[in-house]
């Protein structure tokens, strides 16, 4: 009886042990999380569901890690956008309010949010729409050096129709593109290899579509002359920003945004283009 009992205590002792010890915790969870999601930025689309996936157990673990929240609200933000889903819309939405309850100086996830609310509008709901154009530009007076905030509003803003940019007093992008481009431009990472290429290319679109023929081709070589990075996986993103890039300086007409790598999160993250999924 007495063994009985004594090898039943180490049975429940060792079982304990097996159930902390595989079940990892929320930092880890969301550590793996965020790395995964970087894959996915560089071109690695269908580890999306796992990135998400990962956080989403962090989250029921730790509901108050805003950076885990942070990373998990644009991970559906990014698959809304690149897939044009609703569902993660939503889901992004709460998240990113979620967040700014939590810490409300996190102006990026409110000017995050405000991009949310403006797609969710769809051209209908012009109450919503205004909310959102108003936090965009809310989260940049209160940080006027958030670089995010920054990039946030000006890449939202282009899919903007003309009745809806006069609506917030005919916003122009330049100055917040060339506040990010000339940041960019000083600076050298290894998960955004293409940051500055991808501005400069951006600063030559509105150029463009001033009709400022000379300023447009001006920044567009300043796009192609960045250093090629060293990374084989970065070079070849590279080579196809690079063709699209060339297109538009001799004459292209489609705008460098209607080209999928320029229009979502890829572009300054591309070090796997060829795993980007097919559609
Ligand atoms: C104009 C270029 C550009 C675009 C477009 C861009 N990023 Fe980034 N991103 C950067 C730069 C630069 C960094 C900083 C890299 C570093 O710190 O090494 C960065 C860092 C990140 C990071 C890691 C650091 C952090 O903030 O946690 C994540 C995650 C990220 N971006 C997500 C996104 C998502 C999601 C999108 C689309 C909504 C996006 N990026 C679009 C340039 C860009």
């Known amino acids: 009886m007495k063994n009985w009992i004594l090898i039943s205590a180490i049975a429940i002792?060792?079982?304990a042990g097996t159930v902390t010890a595989t079940e990892p915790d929320a930092k880890e969870l969301a550590a793996k999380g965020y790395a995964t999601f970087k894959a996915v930025?560089?071109?690695d689309e269908a580890k999306l569901p796992e990135a998400i996936g990962y956080m989403e157990e962090s989250r029921k673990a730790d509901g108050a890690n805003v950076s885990n929240l942070?990373?998990?609200?644009?991970a559906y933000f990014f698959e809304a956008i690149t897939f044009i889903r609703q569902e993660p819309?939503?889901?992004?939405?709460?998240?990113?309010a979620r967040i700014i309850e939590l810490d409300p100086k996190r102006v990026d996830a409110l000017s995050f949010h405000g991009s949310v609310l403006t797609i969710m509008s769809q051209g209908g709901?012009?109450?919503k729409f205004m909310q959102g154009a108003q936090e965009m530009r809310t989260a940049i007076e209160r940080?006027?050096?958030d670089v995010t905030s920054r990039i946030v509003l000006s890449s939202t803003a282009r899919n903007f129709p003309p009745q809806a940019l006069a609506a917030m007093g005919n916003y122009d992008p330049s100055g917040d593109l060339q506040f990010v481009s000339n940041i960019f431009d000083r600076l050298h990472s290894d998960f955004a290899p293409h940051a500055s290429v991808v501005m400069n290319a951006f600063v030559g679109e509105g150029y463009k579509m001033k009709g400022d023929e000379e300023k447009a081709r001006a920044s567009f070589?300043?796009?192609l002359g960045v250093g090629m990075p060293n990374d084989a996986g970065a070079r070849s993103g590279r080579e196809l920003l690079n063709t699209a890039i060339t297109e538009r300086m001799n004459g292209g007409e489609k705008p460098l945004f209607a080209n999928p790598l320029f229009s979502g999160c890829h572009s300054c993250h591309l070090a796997a283009a060829d795993k980007l999924l097919p559609r």
Do not use: M
Request: glycine share 4%; aromatic share 8%.
């Open 125 to 127: 709901d012009s109450a």
């Open 41 to 43: 930025l560089a071109g």
């Open 70 to 74: 942070f990373n998990l609200a644009r």
């Open 13 to 15: 002792t060792l079982a």
């Open 89 to 96: 819309l939503v889901k992004a939405e709460q998240t990113f």
């Open 221 to 223: 070589q300043t796009a």
């Open 143 to 145: 940080s006027p050096n």
